[in-house]
């Protein structure tokens, strides 16, 4: 796998390892933290989240860290494919009701074969 | 398909003209979402829609800017006097009425100003 620093663009991995993209969200009042992947041509896909009051959550091929403290959220890609070459983005959520969804900047994923 | 579709997929306009797309959320899903996005950029909030109320406008979204849901169902998005920096993806977003639920969008209009 391949460990990245915040704000990087790029992510370029073999298939079969390990991805982890990172993101720093802005918000200390942020309470619910959403990964999407976004293909060419089409809109966010949702892909995993996690609540404030956890630090990691597992899916399938996916796992999301939270670290609170230094407001950091990771997503790693387990066995990375092909397909999984995208934009994934992280998302905070806050304000009345938990309503308005802000969005980083994107990491874009290379998976070479 | 049951997902959030949006008309037209593609709009190409002279500057100073109006444009206006639709979107279509998810039947059951009370909230519905206009996003914009540039490339190499995540998506910017513009407006929220609960039901057929616009609770909350951001501040990117000038008095150029309209939305509407008139019956709580589709929307749509309308840009007066086009300039040249609209040109962007307007992408479209629905969700649940649960608290900070997962939006479902759909593919979006890319619209270029000329």
């Known amino acids: 796998g391949e460990s990245v620093g915040l704000h990087l663009p790029t992510l370029s991995v073999q298939e079969g390892d390990n991805s982890i993209i990172n993101c720093a969200y802005s918000n200390s009042a942020s309470d619910y933290f959403i990964w999407y992947k976004q293909e060419s041509g089409k809109g966010p896909q949702f892909i995993i989240d996690i609540r404030s009051n956890m630090d990691k959550r597992q899916g399938q091929r996916v796992t999301v860290l939270l670290n609170k403290t230094v407001k950091h959220l990771s997503l790693q890609i387990a066995a990375t494919q092909p397909g999984d070459s995208a934009v994934y983005f992280c998302?905070?959520?806050f304000g009345t009701g938990g309503f308005k969804t802000i969005f980083g900047a994107g990491t874009r994923l290379f998976v070479k074969a | 398909d049951t997902g959030v579709s949006q008309d037209p997929r593609h709009k190409i306009t002279k500057r100073g003209q109006n444009v206006t797309f639709r979107c279509d959320p998810i039947s059951e899903h009370n909230r519905l979402y206009w996003y914009r996005q540039t490339l190499g950029q995540g998506p910017e909030f513009l407006t929220y829609f609960q039901n057929e109320a616009q609770l909350e406008k951001s501040r990117l979204l000038s008095d150029r800017f309209s939305a509407e849901r008139p019956k709580g169902s589709f929307s749509t998005l309308e840009i007066q006097r086009t300039e040249q920096g609209d040109s962007a993806m307007y992408l479209c977003?629905?969700?649940?009425?649960?608290?900070?639920?997962?939006?479902?969008f759909g593919s979006g209009t890319q619209l270029s100003v000329l």
């Open positions: 977003a629905s969700s649940p009425s649960e608290a900070n639920e997962k939006l479902f």
């Open positions: 998302a905070e959520n």
